[in-house]
């Protein structure tokens, strides 16, 4: 079948030793790649109840047809394991420049297990995968380690994947970095390639997988591009990035702030994608094959952190340390942001702990003194969390474990035990939904129903058919994750287009009838892992400050029986259980 090399690589950290499997066409075509591939060999490779930091537990990376094709959107590859911080499925993705790299090693998915008895780095290539001895590397920042690793391999053509400091002590949030900024963030992964004490994957070779249909790729490809040109929302990604959604949820009252109390801040126009573009003087950057260019690459101008560069911040990275820990000033965002990177921690978590902390010392459930506002004390609180200093060392355990720590289990905002992004279900209903169902615990990116809800797709507090739509959103965004392209492309690939894609890589042609069955097919087996480690209906819920705790002038919060109502539509949909069980395979 095309579009594959049906290989995989298996490779034993404490043996060192390593061996390429064949991937049958069958399960390709089950499972098509990326999201599917991933989960199909978690299942199937990762014992039931694995304690996430132990040898056991499996780290496998995969990636999609599409991967090192003309496909605009799809320089990305994605990490599946068992997650540190939730003990339940963990996926990750990452954009930027090293996608080809990876493919061009000549495998669909990789597969580390065990643990290595010393610090190593991987160099993985079409021909044999190196153990490099990496004490030298062990305490470095990732870009240090990008930069070293590079010069060590010497092959210019070769994509790094490193962890941080806060990898390599075990954070719970720790993520994986490449091209300094770009992030597999979310769930920890970072903190299990630190468990296996492996500080870096660097990957380069000559393997260029087929396509079905190369001249009829170019020809999409072209189409694509030229619709790209005038497209409304990829001029908006362009010219503005996701920073542009601190003006527009503040405007409907849902940008969280002060640790989930507000859904507005005060001086939010300090914040906008606007003034961080004439703040930062920010140049736009692009991922390999794609034309959105979202990313915006910044520079501080003046103050403490002159000079300082970064991509970013993203909306994310300024809705958690912007608005939930209360700081108004961007450069500082920026300052915070790129401490986060080089140490390898995920923003949104990082964020929303440090504001946890800020609520902690303000209702005095901990004794130390952090200010909601203060950009000295975040920072302060990150490089504890890094190297587990004072309440860092709590920290760093996530926040299920701060909450029962200091007493706060009722405060805390999570959803089985990662917090959610910048969009306030109390006004997003619909973003509830997905939260509450999520594989990997409150994510937004599994199906973006955000966009429905703030496009006016439909209204944000209906109730009755939301489920219908948000179904259809993450059945069509299950699909852009097993290929794996972009989210920002998720207004052209819809289903026509996803059709298009598949055929024109794997030569399978399927109807949307087949597209949602494959989707769904998916969906399930995130599903039956999560019941496998313990997940029931009761974890798919909401904190009950969503639910109890009024938000805004209109005191508006998410009715518990409209949450349950869409969630019991939620699981008629999917076809399982009332109990949140698939009735089939």
Avoid at 17 to 31: F, G, N, S, W
Avoid at 344 to 352: E, V
Wanted: proline content about 4%.
């Amino acid at each position: 079948m095309k579009g594959f090399f049906n290989r995989l690589l298996r490779i034993n950290l404490k043996k060192k030793t390593y061996r390429a499997e064949p991937i049958p066409d069958e399960v390709l075509e089950k499972t098509l790649g990326g999201k599917g591939l991933g989960t199909y060999l978690l299942l199937g490779n990762n014992p039931v109840g694995v304690d996430p930091l132990s040898p056991e537990n499996r780290f496998i990376i995969a990636l999609g047809p599409v991967t090192d094709t003309a496909v605009p959107g799809s320089s990305r590859y994605g990490i599946f394991t068992k997650s540190p911080l939730t003990g339940i499925y963990s996926e990750s993705y990452s954009g930027g420049h090293v996608a080809e790299f990876i493919s061009r090693a000549g495998y669909d998915a990789v597969i580390l297990e065990g643990t290595s008895e010393r610090p190593v780095y991987l160099e993985i290539t079409d021909e044999e995968v190196v153990f490099h001895d990496a004490p030298h590397l062990w305490g470095k920042t990732t870009y240090e380690t990008d930069d070293i690793v590079k010069e060590e391999i010497g092959n210019p053509k070769t994509a790094v994947l490193s962890i941080g400091p806060a990898g390599e002590n075990l954070v719970r949030f720790a993520v994986i970095e490449n091209d300094y900024w770009r992030s597999a963030g979310r769930t920890g992964v970072g903190a299990v390639l630190g468990s296996k004490k492996v500080k870096a994957l660097a990957f380069h070779g000559n393997k260029r997988r087929e396509v079905h249909d190369p001249e009829g790729l170019e020809t999409f490809f072209k189409k694509i591009r030229e619709r790209g040109k005038t497209d409304a929302g990829a001029k908006a990604y362009r010219t503005l990035g996701t920073p542009m959604l601190v003006a527009i949820n503040n405007g409907i009252g849902g940008f969280p702030s002060k640790y989930w109390h507000l859904g507005t801040f005060e001086g939010w126009e300090a914040l906008t994608a606007e003034t961080m573009n004439e703040k930062l003087k920010t140049r736009s950057r692009a991922c390999a094959k794609c034309f959105m260019a979202c990313g915006k690459l910044s520079t501080v101008q003046d103050g403490r952190h002159k000079g300082l560069q970064i991509e970013g911040p993203e909306y994310e990275t300024i809705y958690a340390f912007g608005g939930l820990c209360m700081i108004h000033d961007l450069n500082e965002i920026a300052y915070l942001n790129a401490i986060c990177d080089q140490m390898g921690m995920d923003t949104i978590t990082a964020g929303n702990l440090c504001a946890f902390a800020m609520e902690a010392s303000e209702t005095g459930k901990i004794p130390e003194k952090i200010p909601y506002g203060d950009p000295v004390a975040a920072a302060n609180l990150l490089m504890d969390i890094t190297f587990h200093r004072g309440i860092g060392k709590v920290l760093a355990e996530g926040i299920r474990h701060a909450a029962k720590e200091w007493g706060m289990e009722d405060v805390a905002i999570h959803v089985k035990g990662m917090e959610p992004a910048g969009y306030e279900p109390r006004v997003l209903k619909g973003m509830g939904l997905a939260y509450a169902t999520s594989c990997r615990g409150a994510c937004h990116l599994r199906a973006t129903f955000y966009k429905a809800e703030l496009s006016g797709m439909i209204d944000k507090d209906q109730i009755a058919g939301k489920a219908e739509l948000f179904v259809d959103f993450e059945e069509r965004l299950t699909l852009h994750d097993v290929l794996i392209v972009c989210r920002f492309y998720r207004d052209m690939y819809l289903w026509d287009e996803l059709g298009e894609i598949i055929r024109l890589t794997t030569g399978i042609d399927l109807d949307r009838d087949g597209l949602k069955r494959l989707a769904s097919h998916v969906i399930d087996l995130t599903r039956r892992f999560n019941l496998r480690e313990g997940v029931t209906k009761a974890d798919d819920t909401l904190p009950k400050r969503f639910f109890e705790e009024p938000l805004g002038p209109e005191g508006k919060v998410l009715r518990r029986e409209d949450f349950e109502r869409m969630l019991a539509d939620y699981y008629r949909l999917r076809g399982w259980s009332e109990e949140g069980v698939p009735l089939t395979s």
